[in-house]
Structure formats: structure tokens, C-alpha cells
Nanobody, 123 residues
Framework: QVQLIESGGGLVQAGGSLKLSCAAS????????MAWFRQAPGKERELVAA????????YYPPSVKGRFSLSRDNAKNTLNLQMNSLKPEDTAVYYC????????????????WGQGSQVTVSS
């Protein structure tokens, strides 16, 4: 069974930076895609970054492109999300997700989820 354990997050002022990490275990991830989603109160869960593990292809929606970036440690099966120039509207619970297949952009496409990590950006 795939497990995703998140770390990082917290409180930061607008314009600051935070890093989230997701340690994956229990699977052979070369055929997986992994992603970070976020969900603010009263809003739908939305994609903020995704990567196809085998190729390294990444996708970022316009809302975070140029501010957020993914990095990975293949040996440790760890996916990191570096978030820069944070804005109050980035405040949300951030989730790591994984699926065995091609990169997807919708939450229902992902099978495995982390526990969530709160990110709060103050103005």
C-alpha cells in the first residue's frame, strides 16, 4: 500500500517562502505521477503542481507558475514543493497525491493521498 507522508508548511508572511516535502513508500514509483493539491475553506481541491516520475515532466497551473517549483529525490522517493513569493490567497491545506499512470490534473484521478499540511500566508 502506497503511503505519502508530508512535512513542512506553517505560517509565513506575504512574499515569503515555504517548502513542503512528501515521502512516498510502498510502491514502485517509476510508473507513477505525483502531485500537490490545495484546498481552501469552502473551495474545491485544486492542482498546484504535478510531475510524471519517469520522465520528470512537470505541470504548473497559471496561478502558481513561476512561483512554485517541484524537485525530487529519486533515491528517497521524496517530492518537494518549493513555494516562493507567497500570497494570502495561497493559504490552504496542501495535499500530496499519487497515481499509477500518466500525469493528471484533477483530484479524482489520484488514488493515494497524504494527510494534508496547513499553509497560512498572512498579509
Amino acid at each position: 500500500q502506497v503511503q505519502l507522508i508530508e512535512s513542512g508548511g506553517g505560517l509565513v508572511q506575504a512574499g515569503g517562502s515555504l517548502k513542503l516535502s512528501c515521502a512516498a513508500s510502498g510502491g514502485t514509483f517509476r510508473t507513477y505521477s505525483m502531485a500537490w493539491f490545495r484546498q481552501a475553506p469552502g473551495k474545491e481541491r485544486e492542482l498546484v503542481a504535478a510531475i510524471a516520475w519517469s520522465t520528470g515532466f512537470t505541470y504548473y497551473p497559471p496561478s502558481v507558475k513561476g512561483r512554485f517549483s517541484l524537485s525530487r529525490d529519486n533515491a528517497k522517493n521524496t517530492l518537494n514543493l518549493q513555494m516562493n513569493s507567497l500570497k494570502p490567497e495561497d493559504t490552504a491545506v496542501y495535499y500530496c497525491a499519487a497515481r499509477n499512470g500518466i500525469l493528471g490534473t484533477g483530484a479524482p484521478q489520484y488514488t493515494f493521498w497524504g494527510q494534508g499540511s496547513q499553509v497560512t500566508v498572512s498579509s
